[in-house]
């Protein structure tokens, strides 16, 4: 097993089952689906469950754990800019991406049947996701927290009338049995989570990279193509681009240590290029955005996840 | 009071109190804050509860409300890509929008005093946004569905021991005392919200517009770029723009009828610019984009919020 200590390789992702000691935070319950996703980003790796995001990145910043696996956006519900917020206001790194498709399944107690369930537990946005598989079933849907939650209490209070939705894990973690399997209303629901470390990996160019950078230009006609033209003009193509809505609030950028200046933004840029930082093409192209971003920090460079979810 | 029948023009959004018989979709309970941003939106108006975004949509389209007002982005979530989904799918017009910015309050019985409080119930998402405040206080936190459903639980079960993280005007719905005004930790916490109608409002140039776009690109590198482009020469500024994750689904659009072809995108790209499509600038610029756009449809041209949260 590699030594945890030295800044990562871009080999640390390749074996990302790097051995059973690797410590992943992900947010929620055991059985939540970004659990199934930091399994998904390292194999046999040692899943820590933390209630919060932002404890998630405490966690790897107090060497509490290793790496962090949280959802950056989703196919259906769009960015997540709370946690772009905190990738700005803490010093981790992006080291990979992995994306997930959601596939909801309705648990129950063993010998509990379909037709003998009266209500089902779930996240909301999970029960809105499975609308029309429960109008059919015609249960009363009750809101919790979170949908390894509603597994957990169907199973512990034993109940004979209730059902959860929740993952496939998370029937295996409480010991419920699958009544049926992708309920979800809408097939294309995936999120994209990524990976991240105290350290950052060294970007090779071996395989496919991508380089997620967030920056902030003057507000004007024009800014903005003149930004992409760096990119366009060296061939580099965009995976992602979002402006964020203009924030009256003044950001803490964790660049200056934890307690980093306050920085207010006219506008802020999300950008993910396929291009690994290793190329001079996309050093030349960050140094030529650097020439009139008012921001501009490198998120991180990583190897694309292009398995099919 | 004007007649609902022709075709709205600018003049319907500047004096948006037209009379108290308008009847306004939003989702939610009455209370929701959508239901005081459709207050915001059309003052006087009827405000119409829906269970679901795609009813208020339905709602508008079979006649049986004026408008439907809906969240399409908020500061810390991002852009609801479920409702841009359903703008695609469905034959409604965005004739305005409304900034609103979301107060929590911590609701109670009249008599119950801080102290008594043992738990808290509310949306998850308002519970999590209020974080701080709940955990200064020690309160179990329950997840319920919406935040106006929480007030309502605990109004009409009289409950001595428990609040409810709501809008202020749930508290006034439910004879609830309010015992602390906003208490969510991110005071940066604005939702975009929408105005849809049936018909399209006549864009004018009396006062500063905005136009939503959303169009679809083949994908290479350089292919956004020379999108941005035609903007960009114009001297036209953009105030938003987001690639959406690639959908291995097929859009269903309704430009054809409801029940349209089926289309598959690489790419989709929501834009919204700064420029009345009554101007000649943006007709060449649209023009000039259609040239080579895969897919292009104007959502709307519309009066720009203009007012501070």
Known sequence: ???????????????????????????????????SAAAKAYPNCE???????????????????????????NSLGGSIHR?????LRHKLHIVGEVKYAVRHCLLANYGV???????VLSHPQALAQCEHTLTKLGVVREAVDDTAGAAQFVASNKLQDAGAVASALAAEIYDLNILANDIQDDTDNVTRFLMLAREPIIPGIDRPFKTSIVFSLEEGP???????????????NLTKIESRPR?????????????????????????????SMASQNAQNALRHLKEFATFLRVLGSYPMDISQT
Do not use: H
């Not at 800044?7 to 992943?24: A, F, K, M």
């Not at 992409?228 to 061939?235: D, I, K, Q, Y």
């Open 47 to 73: 899943a820590v469950p933390c209630e919060q995001f932002e404890s998630a990145f405490d966690a790897v910043e107090r060497w509490l754990v290793d790496r962090a696996v949280l959802p950056i956006e």
């Open 113 to 119: 049947k379909l037709q003998d369930l009266k209500r």
């Open 1 to 35: 097993m590699r030594s945890l200590t030295g800044p990562l390789t871009s080999s640390d992702l390749s074996n990302s089952g790097n051995g059973p000691q690797l410590r992943v935070a992900y947010q929620g319950l055991p059985g939540a689906y970004s659990e």
């Open 222 to 236: 024009g800014v903005l193509f003149k930004a992409l033209a760096v990119f366009a003009m060296r061939e580099i």
């Open 83 to 87: 946690n772009y917020d905190l990738l």
């Open 247 to 275: 924030n009256k609030k003044p950001f803490r950028i964790a660049d200056e240590g934890v307690n980093g200046p306050l920085k207010y933004f006219d506008y802020l840029f999300y950008v993910d290029f396929e291009a």
